[in-house]
């Protein structure tokens, strides 16, 4: 892969790379970039198997994959970037960060933990294959997801003559996530040397207890919970998204 799978937002400066979640895609993040580009220069990344349904991709699913490929997208920068990563996006940007930090100047997590061995997909996936592969209205995305989350779906999907469709094969979804519960990814966040800012929900996705153990193991961690926030903080409670954030940026030189 090379630059073409990374938009261009706006702004000027040092790059921030905005790196989705699982089921998600760079599109997701249009209430964000607007303020993020007053921080630098603005670029939204699809990962391998979220973009587009007929889009494939020839690798087997893992961890690996996913990293390789956001490597390839920053490098081809040019330079160290900021990362910001929602849930899965997160993982793997601290994944990069250490394997290489040269060209990571700095990651945001946003509710993503290292260590959910012994959870299946089980309970999620009759969820998922149940999912119409097509919706025919904005009003049936929100009333399958709800306010948040179906504005994020309506954002990610595939556009169609005739409605949305999903803009991966949630077998794979299903493969990526499984992963999930067979490893753990601590010795990867104990090598990251960059500057972190961990976003935890109050009503997270993550383990009990363990982002808050990130931010006592990493080497520059600092850790946020934003209460009353679900899994997407960034539109569940995007003022305290923005803060947070605007404050972690403003640490690094302005067009650094």
Known sequence: MDGDLLVRRGGTGRPLVLVHGLMGRGSTWSRQWPWLARHGEVYTYDAPWHRGREVLDPHPVGTERFVADLADAVESLGGPVVLVGHSMGGLH?????????????????????????????????????????????????????????????????????????????????????????????????????????????GDSVTP???????????????????????HLIHDDAPRKYRDAVEAFLSAFPAGA
Do not use: K, N
């Open 93 to 201: 940007s601290w994944c990069l960060a250490a394997a290489r930090p040269d060209l990571v100047a700095g990651v945001v997590v946003e509710d993503m933990a290292p260590d959910f061995r012994g959870r299946t997909t089980g309970p999620w996936e009759p969820w998922l294959h149940a999912l119409p592969d097509e919706f025919t209205s904005a009003t049936q995305v929100f009333d399958e997801f709800g306010p948040v989350a179906g504005q994020y779906f309506l954002d990610a999907f595939d556009r169609t003559p005739t409605g949305w469709r999903l803009h991966g094969e949630p077998r794979r979804w299903v493969e990526i996530a499984a992963e999930w519960g067979t490893r753990d990814y601590w010795t990867q966040w104990r090598a990251v040397s960059a500057p972190v800012l961990l976003l935890e929900a």
């Open 208 to 230: 009990p207890g363990q982002m808050a153990a990130m931010a006592r193991t990493g080497r520059r961690a600092t850790y946020r919970q934003v209460p009353g926030a679900g």
